[in-house]
């Protein structure tokens, strides 16, 4: 089983569109949870980053975490064009000295339509 | 204010001979990070530098080594390519710190092992 589990997709939707992405994990350990984008030949570019359990919202993207549930989210609202890419979740578990790596999911492609 | 910087973007080997990739990390940054991320897959952690010297490596054979510079440019060796060495590899840096802030990662170097 892998760490980290991500639908690969592809995901289409229309313009305007709410997206939801997710991410489950098996790891409890982990502590700090990212959403990276990634566009196409690219390397990937941090959106946002959370601390444990809750939300936090930049503008119209919302990250949820529930480790209770090992689940993470990242909502995004009235997607646009530019949002079309792929959106990697990432995780780490943290600890002193920030000599912790990060483990990626696969990566969820997005399109969105005009 | 210059990001990650990585060379070569591409480059094709043959199976059995030897590549080394190089990556100069955003201004500031002093810890670097290797990811190889095959296609269609989310990037897989290879090895981590501070302070040249490797802090933590991932499930990769030995056929992969490092180097950090006093400057804290890094490089990347493979050794003995094979098939399966063709993928995206993607340098990280940032600063023990604010690790879980999120890494800053370059554009990448696409190896193709023919």
């Known amino acids: 089983q892998k760490e980290v589990e991500q639908d690969p997709g592809p995901l289409s939707v229309p313009e305007g569109a709410i997206v939801s992405l997710n991410c489950t994990y098996s790891n409890s350990a982990f502590q700090y949870f990212m959403w990276y984008r990634q566009y196409s030949r690219k390397g990937p570019e941090l959106l946002m980053y959370t601390y444990s359990s809750g939300n936090k919202e930049d503008g119209r993207f919302t990250a949820q975490v529930d480790k209770s549930s090992k689940y993470i989210s990242l909502f995004i609202r009235d997607s646009q064009p530019s949002d079309s890419a792929t959106y990697l979740c990432a995780m780490s578990a943290g600890g002193s000295g920030g000599y912790q790596k990060v483990t990626f999911g696969t990566g969820t492609k997005l399109q969105v339509i005009p | 204010d210059a990001g990650v910087t990585q060379s070569p973007t591409h480059l094709i080997k043959t199976r059995g001979q030897q590549v080394t990739l190089r990556c100069s990390p955003k201004?500031?940054?002093?810890?670097v990070s290797w990811y190889q991320q095959a296609l269609g897959q989310g990037p897989q952690f290879i090895f981590q530098y501070y302070e040249e010297e490797e802090r933590q490596r991932g499930n990769f054979p030995d056929r992969f080594s490092g180097h950090q510079f006093p400057n804290y440019s890094s490089e990347l060796n493979v050794n003995a390519l094979l098939l399966g060495d063709s993928a995206l590899y993607l340098c990280?840096?940032?600063?023990?710190?604010?690790?879980?802030?999120?890494?800053?990662f370059g554009s990448g170097t696409r190896l193709t092992v023919v």
């Open positions: 201004s500031g940054h002093d810890t």
């Open positions: 990280a840096s940032s600063t023990p710190d604010r690790f879980f802030y999120g890494y800053t």
